[in-house]
C-alpha cells in the first residue's frame, strides 16, 4: 500500500467523458489498495478564457480580481471529479485551496505555497477511506482571499500536497507520456526520457517547457517528492525525476525548450555612470516584474543601450513603470519587441565539456538565424531570436545535439 497524490491537467479534465477516464484510474488506484488524493487544473481553455476576460475588463486590473476570477476554473472540475467518483463508488469529497486551507504568501497572480495543513486529509484518506479532490493553482493568501500560483500552478499544487501528506509519489498525468528531448508537439522526432535530473527539468522548465511548472521542480527537489510524468490517456511507462546520481549515462545536452513568452525591451541611450542598472531594474523588481536576460552595449559617447526580456504579460507593466522613472534617469527612448522567442539547450553534462554553445551558434547560423540575445548558465546556453524561426531552430538543435529518436 502507498500513498499517492495524482495530478490531472486541462486536458485530461477538459470534458465529462475524460473526467470520467481520470475517476477510473483514481479508482484503480485505490482499489489497488493505495490511499489517495487527487489534484486537479481546470478544463482546458477554462484558464485561458477567464484571464482574456479580465484583461479585456482592464489590461492593467487588479492582481486580486483577477485571483477572484481565474481560480474559479478549479472549482468546477473538483466538484465534477467527486461527483464523478462518487458515482463509481469511490468515497470522495472536493476541496478549494480555503478550505484545506493552502497557505500562500501575498503576491496574487504568482503566489508562493508556504504551508499545507494536512492532518484532516490524512485523517479521511486513512480513516474513512476518502479521497481528497484538491483544486490547483489555488490558495489563501494572508489578507484571507483567494491566490493564484501562477499558469502551471496545479503542477506546484500537486507537488506541495505530496509533500504536506507525506506522499510516496506525486503522479503528473498530463497529455503526453512524459517528458521528452523537447516538446513533441514540435519536433516530431523528440524521444520520451525514461530519467530526468531535477536540476535539468528544473532549469527546462525555467525556460519554457511547460510539462512542469517550475516551482513544482523546485519544491519537488528540496521536498523529495517523487515526481512522475506521465499520460492520462495511455499506460505507457513515463518519466520519474531523479537525483542526478540515479543517471548512469548522461547526455551532454538532456533537453530543448522554447519560450513564445518573453518581450524584449531596449532602453536607448543610457547616461552610462555607477547605479544607472540599480535605478532601472530597482523598480521593475519593486513592481513584480522578472527581467530575464540583459545586455548592455556602451556607445562611444557615454551613453548605453540596454536590452533585455520580460515576461509578455508584464510588458504593459514594465513600459508604465520604465516611463515613470525617465526623468529620473534620462534615457532617450524605450522600443519594445513582442515578437521574439528563446530557445535553450540544457544539460548537466555542459559542466564538465565544451562546445555546447558554439555547436548551437554554428547550427543557427547555418539556417540563417539571427541571434539577439545570449545568455548562459552552469547547465544552459538561451538565445533570443525571431519568433517566426522558433520550430526551425528547436529543430535544427535537436539533430545538431544527436536527440533525435531513431
Ligand atoms: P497539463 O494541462 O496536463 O498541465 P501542459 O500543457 O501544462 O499540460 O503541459 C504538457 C505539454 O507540455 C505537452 O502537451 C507539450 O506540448 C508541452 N511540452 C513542452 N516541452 C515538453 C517536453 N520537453 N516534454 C514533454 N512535453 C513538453
Ligand atoms: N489552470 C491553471 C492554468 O491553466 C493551472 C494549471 O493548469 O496548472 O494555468
Ligand atoms: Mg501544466
Redesign the pocket.
Known amino acids: 500500500m502507498a500513498r499517492i497524490v495524482m495530478k490531472f491537467?486541462?486536458?485530461?479534465v477538459a470534458d465529462p467523458e475524460r473526467i470520467r477516464n481520470a475517476a477510473a484510474r483514481v479508482k484503480r488506484e485505490v482499489e489497488a489498495g493505495n490511499e489517495v488524493a487527487v489534484v486537479v487544473?481546470a478544463m482546458?481553455g477554462a484558464t485561458n478564457q477567464l484571464v482574456a476576460w479580465c484583461q479585456e475588463m482592464s489590461p492593467l486590473h487588479d492582481a486580486r480580481e483577477y485571483d477572484t476570477v481565474v481560480a474559479t476554473g478549479e472549482q468546477v472540475t473538483s466538484g465534477l471529479l467527486a461527483i464523478a467518483l462518487q458515482h463509481v463508488g469511490i468515497e470522495a469529497r472536493s476541496w478549494q485551496g480555503w478550505q484545506i486551507p493552502i497557505r500562500t504568501d501575498g503576491a496574487h497572480g504568482k503566489a508562493r505555497i508556504d504551508a499545507i495543513e494536512g492532518a484532516e486529509l490524512i485523517r479521511r484518506m486513512r480513516d474513512l477511506r476518502q479521497v481528497a479532490v484538491v483544486t490547483g493553482f489555488q490558495g489563501l493568501g494572508p489578507d484571507h482571499r483567494v491566490t493564484t500560483l501562477g499558469r502551471?500552478g496545479?503542477?506546484t499544487s500537486a507537488v506541495a500536497l505530496a509533500a504536506a501528506l507525506a506522499a510516496d509519489r506525486c503522479d503528473i498525468y498530463?497529455?503526453?507520456e512524459?517528458?521528452?528531448?523537447?516538446?513533441?508537439?514540435i519536433v516530431a522526432k523528440a524521444r520520451k526520457l525514461d530519467k530526468i535530473a531535477y536540476e535539468e527539468m528544473l532549469e527546462?522548465a525555467s525556460v519554457g517547457?511547460?510539462?512542469l511548472q517550475t516551482r513544482s521542480v523546485e519544491l519537488a527537489m528540496k521536498e523529495k517528492v517523487r515526481v512522475q510524468v506521465l499520460s492520462s490517456f495511455t499506460d505507457a511507462p513515463g518519466t520519474l525525476v531523479v537525483d542526478e546520481d540515479e543517471i548512469v549515462e548522461k547526455a551532454l545536452v538532456a533537453?530543448i525548450?522554447y519560450s513564445r513568452d518573453e518581450a524584449k525591451i531596449t532602453i536607448r541611450r543610457v547616461p552610462d555612470r555607477p547605479g544607472i542598472a540599480a535605478a532601472i531594474f530597482g523598480p521593475l523588481a519593486g513592481a513584480a516584474i522578472n527581467v530575464d536576460m540583459i545586455v548592455q552595449n556602451v556607445a562611444a559617447d557615454g551613453t548605453t543601450d540596454m536590452t533585455f526580456t520580460v515576461p509578455k504579460a508584464d510588458l504593459p507593466r514594465a513600459e508604465a513603470t520604465l516611463a515613470g522613472i525617465k526623468d529620473a534617469i534620462g534615457y532617450a527612448e524605450i522600443t519594445a519587441d513582442r515578437d521574439v522567442a528563446k530557445v535553450s539547450v540544457v544539460g548537466v553534462g555542459m559542466r564538465s565539456h565544451a562546445g555546447v554553445a558554439s555547436t548551437m551558434f554554428r547550427t543557427l547560423a547555418e539556417k540563417g538565424i539571427n541571434i539577439q540575445v545570449i545568455s548562459t548558465s552552469e547547465i544552459k546556453v538561451s538565445v533570443l531570436i525571431g519568433a517566426e524561426y522558433i520550430e526551425l531552430a528547436v529543430r535544427a538543435l535537436h539533430t545538431a545535439y544527436g536527440l533525435d529518436a531513431a
Open positions: 491537467g486541462g486536458t485530461s487544473s482546458a502551471g496545479s503542477d498530463t497529455d503526453v512524459g517528458v521528452f528531448t523537447t516538446d513533441p508537439r527546462l517547457a511547460k510539462v533537453g525548450a
